[in-house]
Structure formats: C-alpha cells, structure tokens
C-alpha cells in the first residue's frame, strides 16, 4: 500500500505521530510518504498515486480537499481552530471550516474522548465515521535514581533539588505565563523550587520578562528525555489539548503530572497526577502539595507508569490505525 501523510509543519505531536505511523507501516512493507508541507503541485502528484492518504490536522485536511482523494483519513490533533476561536461568530466559522475539512473524510481519528465529542457536535452525520485511537508513544524502561541523578548532572541541577517542567510551545494554547504565575506563587512555600521551561514560540518576549528567578528557560530542545527525567513532575497549563504526548512520555519514566481541566489533560493524566482549575493558586497549592505531602510522590509515580503500560503504548495505536488503513483501502477496492 501507498500511504501519503500530509502535515502542515516538521514539528510538533502532530508530526511525530505521523511519524510513528510511517515507520510502523515501513516495517510491514508499505511504501510511506510524509510531505510537511507540499506544495500544490506536489500533493497533485503525491495524492494522485496514494492507495491512501492521512491528513493530520484541519489545515492540511482542507490542502488535499481539491485533489479528492479516496481513501483519506483525517486526525485532527485537538481540533484547535474551534477550541481556539473566541466569540460567537468566530466560533461558529471555525465549527464550519473544520466541518468542511472532515465531511468528506473515509475516517476522523480522535485521539482522545473530549476529541471525539468535539468532532461529533460538528455533525451528526460524522459520528459513526470517528475512531477513537488514543495517542501513544514508545515504551522505555523505568527510569533509575542514577540516571536521574546524571541527567541533573548534565543540567547542572543538583540532586536533592525541587523541579518542575513546563515542556511545550511559548503560545496562546499552552499558557506559559499561567505556569509562571503559579510556580512564583508556590516557590514562596516550598524552598528552592525550580522551574525549567522548554520550548518555544510567540510569547517568549513576554515570558522572559515575568520570568522570576526560580525559572530556567531552556529555549527549544532536543533533549526531552533527560528534561523528563531530571524533573521530579510534570506541569501542563494548556486550555486545551487532542492528548499531549509530552505528558506521556512523561508518565512512561513514572513523572507525575500537574494540570489544568483543559480537554484532553484529564484523559491523559487520570489518577497519576493533580488535575486543577487553571487558576495560579490552585496550581500552586497542587505543586505545595505534591513536594509537602507524605508518599503523595511516589504514590503518584507508580500510577503514572501503570498508566502508560496500560494506555498509552506507541504500538498499540500504531496497530489500530494500520488495521484501519486496511479496512478502508478494503472497502475502496
């Protein structure tokens, strides 16, 4: 089978999802393409020979539209033009844009349960082609107190040190100044508490000027497995989200996660973390809580580690969305 990925942008969990579902269909002897981005003349010719094409997101859903392709899946990654859209009216527009990009889909991916309800108060008529595929990401090994401790080591963060990670981009989504409000508030009760946020975007002017000295900011980086190892719990402020894979990864090293009650966040973190209102004090009181309270950590770490074992395998979804691949292709020959 020919299989064309169609992505807006080389970055992101939209991006490495795809990725993970190209490799997967690599190894059983597909041929895959991603094109991130293509021109028009490149889809023209990419989707022209594809057995199948996969478009993740509402943009590039509505880039391959003109060239009609058959069979074509669509996974929105969180729907962000409708969670994003203020107001009535615009509301209503991006409701019926992302309509527009899914109605003509074989099949929409939701990767999450608040995903799916999302997609379906688009239409009635596109609930019964909505899979619920959660994400995943691949599986590694329990994390030691010695590889910890040489990741600290490698950030120059010392052993016995409070720490938090705020892992994702500087934008309007994922609320980087929210997460700088609640640790300077919590930092005033638990000592030498330690913030380090990575990532990048439109707001880092703003954050490097409400950046307290609590903060690192690390900028962009490649380095996310020591970032997560290295940090005692995760922190997650978005408004909204399709399934971070930031959070799991971090529950596969056993990281626990703070997060607001954005869609996707409670579905992600479940009993392995402290989910809150995204307000600055009540994330801070769950930060005070999580280094104060007795066994409250490690309680919290096992959880977190039996929740990506049983949830969240990178394999398990890769195979879900390869039987559906061949269900479709299937059904058009």
């Not at 607001?260 to 809150?276: C, K, L, Q, S």
Request: charged fraction near 25%.
């Amino acid at each position: 089978m020919r299989i064309v990925h169609v992505l807006t942008e080389a970055r992101g969990g939209g991006y490495a999802h795809a990725h993970y579902l190209a490799t997967a269909a690599r190894e059983r002897g597909d041929t895959t393409i991603l094109l991130a981005p293509a021109t028009p003349r490149l889809l023209a010719s990419e989707l022209g020979r594809a057995d199948l094409v996969h478009a993740h997101g509402v943009r590039a859903a509505l880039e391959c539209l003109p060239f009609h392709p058959h069979p074509i899946v669509v996974t929105t990654h969180g729907l962000h033009a409708v969670r994003r859209a203020r107001g009535g009216l615009n509301r209503r527009a991006a409701k019926r844009v992302s309509w527009l990009a899914t109605r003509r889909a074989d099949a929409v991916i939701c990767v999450s349960s608040d995903e799916r309800s999302a997609i379906c108060e688009l239409s009635s008529s596109l609930a019964h082609r909505c899979r619920l595929i959660p994400n995943g990401v691949e599986p590694v090994a329990v994390p030691t107190v010695a590889e910890r401790d040489d990741a600290r080591r490698r950030l120059g963060l010392a052993p016995d040190l409070p720490v938090i990670l705020f892992l994702g981009g500087l934008r309007e989504q994922k609320d980087p100044l929210l997460a700088l409000a609640a640790v300077e508030l919590a930092a005033r009760r638990v000592p030498d508490l330690r913030l380090l946020m990575a990532g990048d975007g439109p707001l880092e002017a703003a954050v490097r000027a409400a950046a307290g000295p609590e903060v690192s900011l690390l900028g962009w980086r490649d380095d996310v497995s020591d970032l997560l190892l290295a940090c005692d719990v995760a922190l997650n402020t978005s408004r909204w989200e399709g399934l971070s894979l930031s959070l799991l990864e971090g529950l596969w090293r056993a990281r626990p996660i703070i997060a607001t009650e954005a869609p996707g966040n409670r579905e992600a973190v479940g009993d392995a973390g402290i989910v809150v209102g995204a307000h600055a004090s009540r994330l801070a009181g769950a930060i005070e809580r999580f280094f104060t309270e007795p066994g409250l950590r490690g309680r919290l770490a096992a959880r977190a580690r039996s929740r990506a074992e049983t949830l969240f395998d990178v394999h398990a979804m890769t195979r879900t969305t390869l039987e559906l691949y061949d269900e479709l292709a299937a059904r058009a020959r």
